[in-house]
């Protein structure tokens, strides 16, 4: 089959939340290349990651599915190959699939290598992949056999090195290349000493929302991020002397963001904005528009069909994500509200009490509950830093009531009875695998409850 849509080079980062970008509005990160690139295509506003930690949210992305439904829970636990992936798709429609950095959607260890076939999920014509690890002085990578391949340098730089001669090759050909670096993941400090040395604690401004803020470790984060920035501005300067960038949709986003003190807490599998909001541009020169912004709820789920949509191929009947590449160009909305939950707390959520939830979030609102208890219901269009929790205030029962409503019906459709963490793993035949996987990594305390 002759495909005819755009290429496509979907660049995908680790733990970025939304507002660490200049054009989002922050005035201390420095960001002019993604800057740029929301200016010559459509910033989303309401991007959401779902399941805001590691795997699960990659799956969804991989698969166009809920975790409920990808058999993809929580971290560590392979990806079920027996389902169709979106990459496939765009393979058999003619394009080829490469995918560079960081997997993590083979299980453990996290050294292991992943051979070609299923596991790889359709990513066929070129793979330099590593499941996972934020060593980002120490680049490493597979190819098509089990000898590791090791580089010299700055991983997200060797990465755009590799991601910029697969479309080199692949120039004359219609291409769906996935770039996944690590970083802003912590370890933060593992960046390059001319972008640390950008970002002084005593210059920098911090979220109003933070408490007991480590100052280095927040400057390194966006020391990273405009690292990053420098290597979104190669690959679009890359484009546009190949000739390529007219008809290449660029997808910038993140699995996932961090909350970074806000709220006194660290890291994701929270419902507040810091980590479940995340950034997502879109620019496609012959067939978005140029300097816009896109209110639409969009989720994690959503992307991989919304990429297949406007590549002008149909997602796969079973795939629960929406496509909503004719809402891009003016369609109706394709959400009310979007799923999020957390339905395997695990490391770094145990600092927290490591509960279960779920929630929706909308253009306006984010609830969410625990299964025996409401939890934070909040205003985030008056309330943008979220400090004043609204939940079991009797003037917004009618309120919590109506998203309680959203949240059912969300539950309903992805057939989740809001069960105990164990008891999801055990009806996916995924258990001895989770009690594997803890016992593999000695820092995580969670066991069977």
Same mark, same amino acid.
């Given at each position: 089959?002759?495909?005819?849509?755009?290429?496509?080079?979907?660049?995908?980062?680790?733990?970025?939340?939304?507002?660490?970008?200049?054009?989002?509005?922050?005035?201390?990160?420095?960001?002019?290349?993604?800057?740029?690139?929301?200016?010559?295509?459509?910033?989303?506003?309401?991007?959401?990651?779902?399941?805001?930690?590691?795997?699960?949210?990659?799956?969804?992305?991989?698969?166009?599915?809920?975790?409920?439904?990808?058999?993809?829970?929580?971290?560590?636990?392979?990806?079920?190959?027996?389902?169709?992936?979106?990459?496939?798709?765009?393979?058999?429609?003619?394009?080829?699939?490469?995918?560079?950095?960081?997997?993590?959607?083979?299980?453990?260890?996290?050294?292991?290598?992943?051979?070609?076939?299923?596991?790889?999920?359709?990513?066929?014509?070129?793979?330099?992949?590593?499941?996972?690890?934020?060593?980002?002085?120490?680049?490493?990578?597979?190819?098509?056999?089990?000898?590791?391949?090791?580089?010299?340098?700055?991983?997200?730089?060797?990465?755009?090195?590799?991601?910029?001669?697969?479309?080199?090759?692949?120039?004359?050909?219609?291409?769906?290349?996935?770039?996944?670096?690590?970083?802003?993941?912590?370890?933060?400090?593992?960046?390059?000493?001319?972008?640390?040395?950008?970002?002084?604690?005593?210059?920098?401004?911090?979220?109003?929302?933070?408490?007991?803020?480590?100052?280095?470790?927040?400057?390194?984060?966006?020391?990273?991020?405009?690292?990053?920035?420098?290597?979104? +501005?190669?690959? @679009?300067?890359? *484009?546009?002397?190949?000739?390529? %960038?007219?008809?290449?949709?660029? $997808?910038?986003? !993140?699995?996932?963001?961090?909350?970074?003190?806000?709220?006194?807490?660290?890291?994701?599998?929270?419902?507040?904005?810091?980590?479940?909001?995340?950034?997502?541009?879109?620019?496609?020169?012959?067939?978005?528009?140029?300097?816009?912004?896109?209110?639409?709820?969009?989720?994690?789920?959503?992307? +991989?069909?919304? @990429?297949?949509? *406007?590549?002008?191929?149909?997602? %796969?009947?079973?795939?629960?994500? $929406?496509?909503? !590449?004719?809402?891009?160009?003016?369609?109706?909305?394709?959400?009310?509200?979007?799923?999020?939950?957390?339905?395997?707390?695990?490391?770094?959520?145990?600092?927290?009490?490591?509960?279960?939830?779920?929630?929706?979030?909308?253009?306006?609102?984010?609830?969410?509950?625990?299964?025996?208890?409401?939890?934070?219901?909040?205003?985030?269009?008056?309330?943008?830093?979220?400090?004043?929790?609204?939940?079991?205030?009797?003037?917004?029962?009618?309120?919590?009531?109506?998203?309680?409503?959203?949240?059912?019906?969300?539950?309903?459709?992805?057939?989740?009875?809001?069960?105990?963490?164990?008891?999801?793993?055990?009806?996916?035949?995924?258990?001895?695998?989770?009690?594997?996987?803890?016992?593999?990594?000695?820092?995580?305390?969670?066991?069977?409850?």
């Amino acid at each position: 089959m002759a495909a005819s849509g755009p290429n496509v080079l979907f660049i995908l980062v680790d733990q970025m939340r939304e507002e660490a970008m200049g054009c989002s509005g922050n005035g201390v990160v420095r960001t002019p290349r993604l800057d740029a690139l929301a200016g010559e295509g459509v910033r989303f506003t309401d991007a959401v990651a779902n399941c805001p930690v590691c795997t699960p949210s990659r799956a969804m992305l991989m698969t166009g599915k809920y975790p409920l439904s990808n058999g993809t829970l929580v971290n560590d636990l392979p990806m079920p190959t027996e389902q169709p992936f979106v990459a496939e798709i765009a393979r058999d429609a003619g394009y080829r699939t490469g995918y560079i950095g960081k997997w993590h959607l083979d299980g453990i260890p996290r050294e292991k290598f992943t051979p070609p076939g299923k596991r790889r999920a359709g990513f066929d014509t070129y793979w330099a992949g590593y499941n996972c690890h934020h060593n980002y002085f120490e680049p490493k990578y597979y190819l098509d056999t089990d000898e590791l391949v090791t580089a010299p340098g700055y991983e997200p730089v060797v990465q755009t090195d590799l991601a910029i001669d697969f479309m080199t090759r692949h120039r004359d050909e219609p291409f769906l290349l996935v770039l996944a670096w690590g970083p802003p993941h912590a370890p933060c400090h593992l960046v390059p000493e001319s972008y640390r040395a950008a970002y002084r604690p005593d210059e920098i401004a911090y979220r109003a929302n933070c408490r007991d803020t480590d100052t280095r470790e927040y400057c390194d984060y966006y020391a990273q991020i405009t690292a990053l920035d420098d290597q979104v +501005g190669r690959l @679009v300067a890359f *484009l546009d002397r190949a000739g390529l %960038a007219d008809n290449t949709l660029v $997808v910038f986003t !993140s699995d996932h963001g961090d909350m970074l003190w806000s709220h006194g807490r660290v890291k994701k599998q929270q419902p507040w904005e810091e980590s479940v909001h995340i950034p997502l541009i879109m620019r496609w020169p012959d067939g978005l528009p140029r300097g816009g912004e896109s209110n639409q709820l969009i989720g994690m789920a959503d992307m +991989g069909p919304t @990429v297949l949509g *406007l590549m002008g191929l149909e997602p %796969a009947p079973e795939m629960e994500g $929406v496509d909503m !590449s004719s809402a891009l160009v003016g369609g109706p909305p394709a959400h009310t509200s979007l799923p999020i939950f957390d339905y395997v707390p695990a490391d770094q959520a145990l600092q927290w009490g490591g509960r279960e939830w779920r929630g929706v979030r909308t253009r306006t609102h984010t609830y969410a509950r625990f299964m025996d208890a409401g939890w934070v219901l909040y205003d985030n269009v008056n309330d943008p830093y979220q400090f004043e929790n609204l939940i079991d205030r009797d003037e917004y029962r009618p309120l919590q009531s109506e998203l309680e409503a959203e949240l059912q019906g969300w539950m309903k459709r992805l057939g989740d009875d809001f069960l105990p963490a164990e008891d999801h793993l055990r009806a996916l035949g995924q258990y001895d695998l989770w009690v594997e996987r803890n016992a593999h990594f000695p820092w995580s305390r969670n066991r069977k409850r």
